[in-house]
Antibody, heavy 123, light 111 residues
């Protein structure tokens, strides 16, 4: 069974960097059929896809236009995990952040999710 | 403003059938991208309920069904139960925005 376990701080100061990690069990971050995604949810923006990383002979990372200048998604194959780094955060970045998997078998749906991390951006 | 639109809420009595609509455009559902549905209980992550328009993941009761036609899709819940009270979201891919998109969510209330 696939399980995604998130970790990271729930409080970040404005202008600092938000960093969250998603540990994968039951699959591999290097899978050639999966992509590993970050999604956030807030009352004002609803569910918003932020970006993904995946391995297809080499590593790729892609981002939503709304965060592409501030976001970086990395992977660590030795720990079988991937991470989101969002710099220069603003109060509007306050949200619940989720990691999630897409696999070819799920037809571009998010079939497994992390438990969510509520991140508050405040001084 | 969501790219996909859903009614804010629907309600029904136990045992009844309710449907949730999801309306998109030519750059997402109309471009033949699949629609997926998620159920979210309070304080939890969304759970995949229907994928590829009408497929059910293992463990999802057959009371839940999905359909898609053109730029619209719908989720039906038959034999409504108290445990079905939750928020439901549709999701697709938008080729103009080059991003995955979600609907704003529909709250299902069991009378």
């Amino acid at each position: 069974q696939i399980h995604l376990q998130q970790s990271g701080p729930g409080l970040v100061k404005p202008s600092q960097t938000l960093s969250l990690t998603c540990d994968i069990s039951g699959d591999s971050v290097s899978s050639d059929t999966a992509t590993w995604n970050w999604i956030r949810q807030s009352p004002s923006r609803g569910l918003e896809w932020l970006g993904r990383t995946y391995f297809r002979l080499k590593w790729f990372s892609e981002y939503a236009v709304s965060v592409q200048s501030r976001a970086t998604i990395t992977s660590d194959t030795s720990k079988n995990q991937f991470s989101l780094h969002l710099n220069s955060v603003l109060p509007e970045d306050t949200a619940v952040y989720f990691c999630a998997r897409v696999d070819v078998s799920s037809f571009d749906s998010f079939d497994f999710w992390g438990q969510g991390t509520f991140v508050t951006v405040t001084s | 403003q969501s790219v996909l639109t859903q009614p804010p809420s629907v309600s029904g009595a136990p045992g009844q059938r309710v449907t949730i609509s999801c309306t998109g455009s030519r750059s997402n559902m109309g471009a033949d991208y699949d629609v997926h549905w998620y159920q979210q209980l309070p304080g939890t992550a969304p759970k995949l309920l229907i994928y590829a328009n009408k497929k059910r993941p293992s463990g999802v009761p057959d009371r839940f069904s999905g359909s898609k036609s053109g730029t619209s899709a719908s989720l039906a819940i038959t034999g409504l139960q108290a445990e079905d009270e939750a928020d439901y979201y549709c999701q697709s891919y938008d080729s103009s925005l080059k991003t995955y998109v979600f609907g704003p969510g529909t709250n299902v209330f069991v009378l």
